[in-house]
């Protein structure tokens, strides 16, 4: 499978709706919020994560791509992101991404990462969920019914913060939907299991609307049933 992705910045908005009534925009200059306690951080990630479908719960499979092992590979189309491992392996997560006219592609990089983080909804955003009679707060600090969830990766490009994120959900049945303005959301247990493993500087492919990002090759073969069953 081949696809060519760009960055779409034309009408984006700098922010990520993660629903009609919550919002899941963050931005870079949000005051510091201390991070839950690690208690928190437990009882959070192994809550029942709702009416999640099946194929969208956490999985080793075998992927077919010439990407380097550690490479985020985000397949908008199909609801995935895999975290590339090598030798025809990968992990592959379930996600919930950009409803009609958010979706975007684009070849970026985590230029950082929050535990917990806060949410800043933009002065636009505010205004708009106002006039649906939703009120936003100026600021929310991290937590549970934070709507950016357990973990966040924000998405660079040329140095620049996208306003894109990868990040964690109080919403979990989104999973698996279009919901979002653009931002790729997770599973709280699922962005803290990839937020563990990639570090700063990891490099996200986002294959969705526009083709226009170069190429990238990659093939899901299903799931590694030796691996499910023996691990390694």
């Known amino acids: 499978m081949k696809a060519a992705l760009s960055i779409v910045t034309t009408g984006v908005v700098a922010a990520c709706l993660l629903a009609a009534s ?3 925009a963050f931005t870079a200059s949000a005051p510091y919020a201390a991070p839950a306690t690690r208690s928190d951080v437990i009882r959070v990630a192994m809550e029942p994560q709702g009416q999640v479908k099946p194929q969208f719960q956490r999985r ?19 609801k995935y992101l895999y975290l ?18 958010f979706g975007w592609s684009g070849v970026v990089k985590v230029g950082r990462k929050a535990e917990w983080p806060g949410w800043t909804p933009p002065p636009e955003m505010i205004v708009r969920e106002a006039k ?17 969830g357990a973990r966040a990766m ?4 040329n140095g620049n913060d996208t306003a894109f994120r990868i990040h964690g959900t109080n919403q979990p049945w989104s999973i698996g939907l279009n919901m979002s303005s653009g931002c790729i959301r997770m599973m709280n247990k699922d962005v803290m299991d990839l937020y563990d493993r990639v570090p700063v ?18 093939q899901d073969r299903g799931v590694d049933v030796l691996r499910t069953l023996f691990g390694g």
């Open 60 to 78: 080793m499979v075998r992927l077919a791509t010439n990407e380097e092992p550690g490479t985020v590979i985000v397949d908008t189309n199909n």
């Open 22 to 24: 919550n919002a899941a």
């Open 154 to 157: 924000y998405l660079y490009r």
């Open 84 to 101: 590339v491992e090598g030798n025809n392996r990968a992990r592959r997560y379930g996600i919930g991404v950009g409803r009609d006219g």
């Open 201 to 218: 500087g990891t490099k996200v492919i986002v294959v969705g609307p526009g083709n226009k990002q170069g190429e990238v090759s990659y």
């Open 132 to 148: 649906k009679g939703h009120k936003l707060p100026a600021y929310q600090e991290g937590g549970e019914d934070n709507p950016l």
